[in-house]
Each structure stands twice: as structure tokens, then as C-alpha cells.
């Protein structure tokens, strides 16, 4: 079984490899993978077309400014899937780029079964997406549970919710098996998240350390861990040259888990960090600040939320902080209520198991996913 993939980054490049795996299972064949993935679905046997960093990119103005290479890229790939006639293709987030991609395969070649992953978050901004997305795919598989009714209020394409990846991550069932930690500890952790990309770091370093400050006054016996990627460590270690007080650095992925299994409180950076944070239990504070091009569309923007626990469990659960919002000030006595036993710890520690009960499934993401694909497939050839 030959499928194609068009993945843009590195978390698509996961769920792909877990696709690849689940369909070798679920359909008992040698799947040959083709298109693009990064290092994970690497290892599962594709060799990508080119390296997908190339299209890890974020807000609008740094799309404008990459529009050739991207251009080029988006022809390039859908004349090499043409060529290598896979059984299907899935997408995988990055709607910009590989729905594109998707719409030109869907015109060159109408019975391609195609299957889309990670649809883009028409419940957060711009849903007229929508509608591109139903042009050029034949099912969508949902990573969060309310959307599947969405895609039907929408006239979307049909949408299955088989999980979010993070369902199946081993240092999450770890942390669920050794159970919540309802009270803060006596001497509390605050976990520091300023994001993994360079502008997001840029942008929000300066201000999570003079909260970070704010807050030492407040709690002299604080401490705090930066859970942080390998490849903006150096950015980052230059940002903490100028903290006063200094926190802890976790680097690489088990750092970070091993993190979060002992964060009190957290200060992160609005984004999928902030599920993670959900489903392992540690409350948070949320603040953002979008580049400067980017703010000029903040109108797009008709979410009422920009914290997925706050979709998931359709209530404003987990405090968010914008621009002038972004507030030492404020976020040190929001957190201090957080690192400490008080109501507003409480309630979203109970908002947290209730966003787990939401997003469980019966089985593994990648085998529900699997099936999804091989029933479209099978579909698509009875016409």
C-alpha cells in the first residue's frame, strides 16, 4: 500500500508516523510511505521530498515573505505525488500549505481518496476554510471532540474524532496512573513555557521574567523550571542573562515531562502547550503576543478562546493574557493564586479532569485514525 503524506512540521511529523504504523496494523500490508514528513516518519521509511522546516513557518507576515520558495515548493510536491500514484494521500495541519496541495490533486486526479488530518481551527478564526477544505478532501480526522459538529454546522467535509496524540503519550499515562496532585506542594515549582519558536521567545521572554521577579517577592521559596528545545536553547540563555532570578532549565522532551510530573503552576505561552499542561494537570496562566504584521489581522480572529481546555470543555477555564494584558503585575498575583490551595486552583483542577474525560477513546489515535483512511479508501474504489 503506497501513500502519500504532505506534512509541514514537526508535530504533523509525529502523527504521521503513528498513521504509518497504524495502518501497517490495521490493514496488515507493507506501507510504503511517499511525499513529505520530517524525522519521525523518516523512520518509518519515507524519504521526504525536501526538509519540511522549510514550511515551519508562522503568522502572516512571515508567509509573504517566503511566497516564491513556498510557491515552488507547493508545484513541486504535487507533481511528485502525481507521479508516484500512491493509494491515497493524507494532509497534515499546515492548512495553507497542504490543502493547496490537496485542491491541485483533487483536480488532476478526482477518484484520489484524500484524508485530511489535523483540520485547521475554523472554530478559532476564519471559517470560510471550510469550504476549501470540503472541495478538496474526501474525511477529515479531528484531533478534539467538538469538532465533528462543527464540520456538520459548517457543511464541512464529514469529520471523525479519533483522538488526540497526546491520549496515547506514555509520560501522560504515567503521571494519570501515579494520580493528581489536588494540593500544591510546600515548597511549590512554577513551570516557565515561553514557547519553541524564536519569535514567540522573543517576544514574551522579557515580560515571564519580570513576572517571574513579581512573583519571588511574593513567594521567596518559589523555584521554577524552563522546560526548553534544543534548538533555541542559545536564544533562550541569552534572555536569561538579563532575569534576576534565574529558573532551572529542562532541555529536551523527557526534561520537559519530567517537568510537568512536578510543576505546581505554569506560565506558558498560549498553544497546544497549554493541553498539555490540561492533561497532566498543572494549572496555568496563559499569556501571547502576536508579531507585528500579524496583530494587524487580529480581526480574523472570532474564537471566543484561545486555550484548547477552554474549547474542550466550552467554558473559560483557563485564564488567558494578551498584549497590554501581558502584565507582571497581574500574571504574579493570578499565578501566586495558583500555587497555592485556594478556589481557583481548585476549579481548574477540576476543569482538567473533565477536558480528559472529553477527549478519551476507546482505543490508540493512530488505529482509529487507520481505519478512517482505509475505509475512505475503500469507498472511494466502490465509487
Not at 478556589?343 to 477536558?355: K, N, T
Amino acid at each position: 500500500m503506497k501513500i502519500g503524506f504532505v506534512v509541514g512540521e514537526e508535530s504533523a511529523d509525529r502523527i504521521g508516523a503513528d498513521l504509518i504504523r497504524g495502518l501497517a496494523k490495521q490493514s496488515g500490508a507493507v506501507v510504503e510511505p511517499v511525499g513529505l514528513g520530517g524525522r519521525a516518519m523518516a523512520a518509518q521509511g519515507l524519504n521526504s521530498l525536501f526538509d519540511i522546516e522549510e514550511l515551519s513557518i508562522i503568522g502572516i507576515g512571515a508567509i509573504v515573505a517566503r511566497l516564491p520558495q513556498l510557491m515552488r515548493r507547493l508545484s513541486q510536491t504535487t507533481d511528485y505525488l502525481l507521479a508516484q500514484k500512491p493509494d491515497a494521500v493524507v494532509t497534515i495541519d499546515s492548512f495553507t500549505f497542504t490543502n493547496r496541495v490537496a485542491t491541485r490533486l483533487r483536480k488532476a486526479q478526482p477518484d484520489l481518496p484524500i484524508i485530511n488530518v489535523v483540520p485547521p481551527a475554523v472554530w478559532a478564526y476564519r471559517p470560510k476554510r471550510l469550504e476549501a477544505l470540503a472541495a478538496a478532501v474526501d474525511h477529515s480526522i479531528c484531533l478534539f471532540p467538538f469538532e465533528p459538529a462543527i464540520f456538520r454546522e459548517l457543511n464541512g467535509p464529514p469529520a471523525t474524532y479519533a483522538g488526540h496524540p497526546l491520549m496515547s503519550e506514555p509520560h501522560l499515562q504515567a503521571i494519570w496512573k501515579k494520580g493528581a496532585r489536588t494540593k500544591p506542594a510546600t515548597l511549590p515549582v512554577l513551570l516557565i513555557l515561553p514557547g519553541s519558536r524564536r519569535g514567540e521567545i522573543n517576544r514574551l521572554m522579557d515580560d515571564f521574567g519580570s513576572t517571574f521577579a513579581a512573583l519571588k517577592q511574593r513567594m521567596p521559596e518559589l523555584r521554577a523550571i524552563l522546560p526548553v528545545v534544543p534548538r533555541v536553547q542559545k536564544l533562550v540563555e541569552q534572555k536569561l542573562a538579563s532575569w534576576p532570578h534565574k529558573p532551572e532549565l529542562a532541555i529536551g522532551d523527557e526534561a520537559k515531562w519530567q517537568a510537568f510530573a512536578v510543576g505546581d503552576a505554569a506560565l506558558a505561552a498560549s498553544g497546544t502547550v497549554a493541553l498539555e499542561l490540561a492533561l497532566a494537570g498543572v494549572p496555568m496562566a496563559l499569556g501571547y503576543r502576536l508579531d507585528g504584521f500579524t496583530y494587524q489581522f487580529r480581526h480574523l480572529i472570532t474564537g471566543w478562546t484561545a486555550a484548547l481546555p477552554n474549547y474542550v470543555v466550552d467554558h473559560p477555564l483557563v485564564p488567558e493574557h494578551f498584549h497590554e494584558f501581558v502584565r507582571p503585575e497581574l500574571l504574579s498575583r493570578c499565578l501566586e493564586r495558583l500555587l497555592t490551595d485556594t478556589p481557583e486552583r481548585a476549579a481548574q483542577m477540576a476543569g482538567f479532569d473533565e477536558v480528559r474525560r472529553r477527549m478519551a477513546v476507546s482505543r490508540p489515535p493512530e488505529e482509529l485514525g487507520a481505519d478512517v483512511i482505509l475505509q475512505t479508501i475503500a469507498d472511494k474504489v466502490r465509487g
